[in-house]
């Protein structure tokens, strides 16, 4: 029965559909030497997982070696029995996760098997069996050092060549640590949780998935010229590794608190009469693990079911900087205006648009010219609260400030089955719940408060994996995972959108597509011409709605042919990217002051007052996204033990992926080869008539008033000519670019000198992909033309907004050279590590990296140099001046044109100096030391690129993240117990157990 049970879950792993989870475990490699350092073969060599007592078997080959594949990461002891020799014990020889350790040979003792020696691993461990750059963040380490906002990741700063920006105090959205590795971009990061990706599908850099740090058992950082078998991404591997139940019942409970009571109030603050804004943070949490049993009945040795759970809730108060706005007076709102002034002090005189632009008389509107429904808009907005204006100086009459209230929790459970000897199947379920309230929470409208609203970040993972042993010489490793993340950014109460409501608070003002504006909101405001004025603002996204999910499956096999290790796999993912309706959707109003506006009250609330408005635009679509894409991912290798002293890595990885894309295929961009010269849009062009500058349709002669200079003329040539939309243009690809496939050989090399296991010359190469793009949202496709468009009408009044006709401008589009190719990096290093005294580490190597294929963005549509002074430039309605830059475009009709290609390149050198002392005798430390220059064109995806000045010239020198130096120490000392000086109770308990740690960081500034 329990091997059908473990077959049908093989058979789970293996069989359903496809979910991401790399699996983590490791492997233990090692030979078996005599006193005259000959081989011994068939010698039984046992692993014992020390926290859950799973046992694994194997036996020396003819060369004197083992090898155990497809272990659990953690703690373990080695036992080997020869029945000619002593017993030999090793024990706390410790695993990481996708770790090939090596153990220096370990040398019987001739004498009776009944006799034992025994031993404890203590320090690092020379690294023979691998050329990879990998590094440990050990258990000892998760737990002590320091991390100011508790995310595991900042911990890949500890390792040589890592550049970090570090995240905010907390963790939670926004907060983590952002890393360039090896000269990358941070798009090139893979963080994995239980080999579960935890980057957000959007921007590819940002973490999503928050765990406890007291639920990591350990962390393992993979910086370059990794084996075949990892891929994904071409940066940093970070992957964390939760903790597992183990024989024994243990947990933990713990509290931590930073409160503003240790914090004085700030100058400006005291200045302006604000009072201490209000700080804290409140971390606490427990965790608990243990042996799933029942006396008697089940699992009765404690030795095949075990769980771990953890629980953690955080409460941060966040102040954020006083925010200073120029609010319209009671006065004001009423019309009357005998007191506004300047910055100098002088009277702004108010100006009647429907009398020549004669003052109005006493400086007063008249309630009988008053658009009542944009004087019920006025009343929206906080009345003044700072009229001190020897420190305002008249900049702002209105002050607040507020701290966010970001409650937070997470929970992670896990549970470890060893079915039977054979196989060994965990589950591991973490739920993340954050929810940021506020004026300035990330999506949110204007940070003054206009609409108080929430960001509500969820985040639920789950991981389930296995292995199974088929054969002495074979192993099936299989994990499957989700992970499902969701923003959403309602309205922090229902009464703000009441407020807000067009009918309820009376401000009827008319909108175009009203089905684009559900909650029926009053439109967006700006009051320019007078400083600090009042800007009403929502998020285009509002509210905010966002999902991603990321479904992966990966498969492994382990061959053992000695002295060949053979590995094959696969890695499958498929990701749903949605991001909510996008747009305008109530619309934006501009009361600014402007002398050409023959409506102009010359003062912006004036103007609002009677309904008289600059420019008026809205969207004509709110369209969203609901991007798809799937990556697989395919690999052969072979780590081939030439000799004891020699170990090779052979492997080819292959990769096809496709861009984001929308699986209704509304998307658009810009196509080169799309374009068609005889179909070129018309602009309005700049016209005198008499003594005025008008604009005048070159095709018709129709006249406009001059504001309308620039527009597209109406109804000549193609107002979307070079736009691709994939609905209509099927023979286009989906996401506008073609999936791409590449090879990625690599190899490593790890030699033994003196065959000690005390030195270790390694070195290696390879390529790799980013075979994961980002999602589209940034790149544009589903909001460029026509699937939204934002026509408008200047010089209005809103009595009669909905009759007036409207201009469509030149906008900016995006594009693509669709014939995608998959980001590259090379990777190549050579060093050597040598074991030094106290059980101390030391690796020196050069590291290099070369990029090619990255992706980065130009402007095809820039103005040339030398266009401005052409003959043909001039604008004849302006001597000595050229035309506006729309009319001297290479493409007229649109704005910038950012197009995206696969063909910037980058280069890294450094010189890498490492050393490490694993906990051992109360005294853990690191040092890393990266002397390095980073050289590109463009540091992200979307950084561009000049086409007007040789961009080798223009463009390329160093990255704006190159740091010539960068040093990194860490450290963990149990101090030493006061007691032995002086044995009393009060000393026991007042001065022993004491612990110093830290992390320090070193490094130049940047370009």
Known sequence: MRGRIVWVLAAVLIGSPAVNAQVVYGSIIGSVVDSTNSVIPNTLVRLIHEATGAARETRTDERGGFQASGLQVGAYTLIVEHKDFKKYERKNIVLSPNERLALEPIQLEVGALAETISVVAEGATVQTATGDRTGIITNDQVENLTVINRDFSALASLMAGVVMEPGSETQGFGGTATFYVQGMRQTGNNITVDGLPAGDLGNAYQVTTYISMDAVATVKIQVSNYQAEFGRKPGAGIQAVTRSGTRSFRGSGYFYARDDVFNANDFFNNRHGVPKPSYNYKIGGFNIGGPLYWPGKFNTGKKSLFFFASGEGLHERRPQPIRQVTMPTAAERQGDFTDSRDLNGALITVNDPADNRRPFPGNRVPASRFYVPMQKYLELLPLPNFTDISISARRYNYQVQESLEIPKHTETVRVDWNATANTNIYFRFNNWWENIQGFAVPGGNANWGWMPNTYKNTSKTAVLSGTHILSPTMLLEASMGINRHKEMGPPQRQSDVDRLNRVKSGATIPQFYPENNPLNLVPQASFGGITGAASTTYERRFPLRGTDTLFTWTANMTITRSPHTFKLGFWAERARNFEGADGNFAGTLDFQRNANNPYNANHPYAQALLGLFYSYTESTRRPWEQGRSTLVEWFAQDNWKVTRRLMLDF????????????????????????????????????????????????????????????????????????????????????????????????????????????????????????????????????????????????????????????????????????????????????????????????????????????????????????????????????????????????????????????????????????ANRQFARGLQFGAAWTWSKAMNYADTMTGAISTLVNPRVWNYGKAGFDRTHVMKINWTWDLPKASKLSNTRLVRWTLDGWQSSGIATFQSGGP
């Not at 861009?659 to 810009?670: D, I, K």
């Not at 008499?690 to 504001?707: E, K």
């Not at 030195?759 to 496709?781: C, K, M, W, Y």
């Open 651 to 914: 492997g080819l990885r292959f990769a096809w992926s496709q861009p984001f894309h929308s699986f209704r295929r509304e998307e658009a961009g810009f196509a080169v080869d799309r374009y068609n010269p005889a179909k070129a849009m018309v602009l309005l062009a700049p016209y005198m008539q008499g003594n005025t500058r008008v604009a005048r349709n070159p095709v018709t002669g129709q006249i406009l008033p001059n504001v309308a200079v620039g527009a597209i003329a109406p109804g000549i040539g193609d107002i979307n000519n070079g736009l691709v939309d994939t609905a209509v243009d099927r023979s286009f690809p989906a996401g506008l670019r073609h999936a791409a496939w590449g090879a990625a050989p690599r190899f490593g090399f790890a030699y033994d000198p003196f065959g000690k296991g005390k030195t270790a010359i390694r070195g290696g190469f390879g390529v790799f992909h980013d075979s994961r793009e980002p999602g589209n949202r940034q790149l544009q496709t589903y909001r460029n033309p026509p699937y939204l468009r934002e026509p408008i009408m200047y010089y209005g009044d809103l009595r009669t907004l909905l009759e007036m006709p409207s201009l469509d401008f030149p906008t900016a589009v995006t594009g693509f050279d669709a014939d995608r190719k998959l980001q590259t990096t090379l990777n190549y290093s050579f060093g050597i590590q040598q074991y030094l005294a106290w059980r101390t580490i030391l690796d020196v190597s050069y590291v290099g990296t070369l990029g090619r294929h990255l992706m980065q963005a130009r402007n095809i549509n820039a103005v040339p140099f030398g266009t401005n002074f052409l003959p043909s430039s001039q604008d004849p309605t302006n001597p000595g001046r050229p035309l506006p830059a729309s009319f001297l475009r290479p493409y007229p009709g649109y704005n910038n044109i950012t197009y995206h290609t696969y063909d910037s390149t980058s280069n890294y050198n450094s010189l890498q100096a490492t």
